[in-house]
């Protein structure tokens, strides 16, 4: 079942072929806000990740990385207002990205 509805496989999948060329990290936070959203069922901001702890309780054994990667969307996506966006998105790599797919993937297989 959680392989036919798997958003951060599919995630994953997808950002091992994203390039770590230009704004590659920027496009990798976008996917992976995607499939938080997807499993969550509902939009999911940083202040409020109990619907997709609700939808996946598995996925709090990864609370700190996953707060760690909240965080560090909002320097990236909000810091451009403040015109640092750029030196934000050096702090999170496509590897990052890559590696906290890979961790989340592994555990929403654990909630069937």
């Known amino acids: 079942f959680w392989r036919r509805r798997a958003p951060f496989l599919a995630a994953w999948r997808d950002l091992r072929r994203v390039k770590g060329q230009g704004d590659a990290a920027r496009r990798a936070m976008t996917r992976l806000h995607a499939a938080f959203d997807a499993s969550a069922g509902c939009t999911v901001f940083a202040q409020q990740l109990d619907p997709l702890y609700r939808a996946c309780p598995s996925l709090q054994t990864a609370s700190a990385e996953i707060d ?35 961790k989340l993937a592994q555990l929403e297989g654990d909630r069937a």
Do not use: M, N, P, T
């Open 68 to 102: 760690a990667f909240f965080a560090a969307s909002r320097r990236v996506f909000f810091a451009e207002v403040a015109g640092s966006g750029d030196d934000d998105a050096a702090a999170w790599s496509l590897a990052d990205a890559q590696a906290l797919a890979f």
